[in-house]
């Protein structure tokens, strides 16, 4: 059964950090590049940070570059997204998606499974 669990979520005053984990089973990790989403309430779900499966390439919305780093651990089989500097527009439920293929973009229609989501709230 494939299974993507995301966890970390949690309220934050403005400017400070979370780091989400997002713990993937039930398929070959490194055949898959995943992707952080999120959806506000009242807007539409957009692409955070996606990483490469076959040479570990990040890409970032412009909305969070310079703040948000995706890292990937093979051996955990989890993907992580630091998230710094937090504003309150980042607030937000958070997916992680994976993807069959080595490299994704911020398409959702381009990932297969998805994890059940996990709430980031910031203060202001």
């Known amino acids: 059964e494939v299974q993507l669990v995301e966890s970390g979520g949690g309220l934050v005053q403005a400017g400070g950090s979370l780091r989400l984990s997002c713990a993937a089973s039930?398929?070959?990790?490194?055949?898959?590049?995943i992707g952080w989403f999120r959806q506000a309430p009242g807007k539409e779900r957009e692409g955070v940070s996606c990483?490469?499966?076959?040479?570990?390439?990040?890409y970032y919305a412009d909305s969070v570059k310079g703040r948000f780093t995706i890292s990937s651990d093979n051996a955990k089989n989890t993907v992580y997204l630091q998230m710094n500097s937090l504003k309150p527009e980042d607030t937000a439920v958070y997916y992680c998606?994976?993807?069959?293929?080595?490299?994704?973009?911020?398409?959702?229609?381009?990932?297969?499974?998805w994890g059940q989501g996990t709430q980031v709230t910031v203060s202001s």
């Open positions: 998606a994976a993807a069959g293929r080595v490299v994704a973009g911020f398409l959702s229609r381009e990932y297969d499974y």
């Open positions: 990483i490469s499966s076959s040479d570990g390439s990040t």
């Open positions: 039930g398929f070959t990790f490194d055949d898959y590049a």
